[in-house]
């Protein structure tokens, strides 16, 4: 197994995560999906399903949605790491943001030296905000700045870089 990190960036509904579900399947490895939701409501919850179904089921599942540098650390102790599929970004900043200064700055910055260090292969899934309108509140302001910038770290840390449009991938880095 060759070692990569791949980041899928996208808008919403553009295939960001069918394409990631295919590089992890191409791989060849034991895959575990990292589900970064929460579920609130109904809709959500359906969403979630959805996702659980069409996914392969032999695949494992590990839920982070604010921890991902401790799913890394455990995983990455294992003798033959599995290929994480980390879906997504835009969930897991929305997550922190609520958890608060403290624990936002702490997880995020573990997790991004936990990809560092992970020895197995890794796709990460992201929401691609610089495309869009600014937002009318702060804190939604504050959540694009965020997550552009945990993008931009994102793809600097990642040997691969691919952005889904209309389900197909335009390689910004290989």
Known sequence: M????????????????????RLADASGDTVVYVA???VGD????????????NRPHHWG???APLRLASVL?????????P???IDCMSLWVSNLLFAGEETFNREREAFLKAL????????????EVGLGTIGMDPLTRRFCDELGWLNQ??????????????????????
């Open 2 to 21: 060759s070692i990569s990190r791949t980041l899928v960036i996208g808008g919403i509904r553009s295939g960001k995560t069918a394409l990631a579900e």
């Open 36 to 38: 970064t939701a929460t």
């Open 42 to 53: 109904e809709e959500m919850a359906q969403r979630v399903k959805q996702h659980v179904e």
């Open 61 to 63: 599942l590990a839920e």
């Open 73 to 81: 650390e455990s995983y990455g102790a294992e003798a033959d790491p």
């Open 83 to 85: 290929f994480l599929l």
């Open 116 to 127: 560092l260090d992970y020895s197995g292969s890794v796709v990460i899934v992201s929401n």
């Open 153 to 174: 770290a994102l793809a600097n840390s990642c040997d691969g870089v691919v952005m889904s449009i209309a389900g197909l991938p335009l390689w910004l880095k290989e």
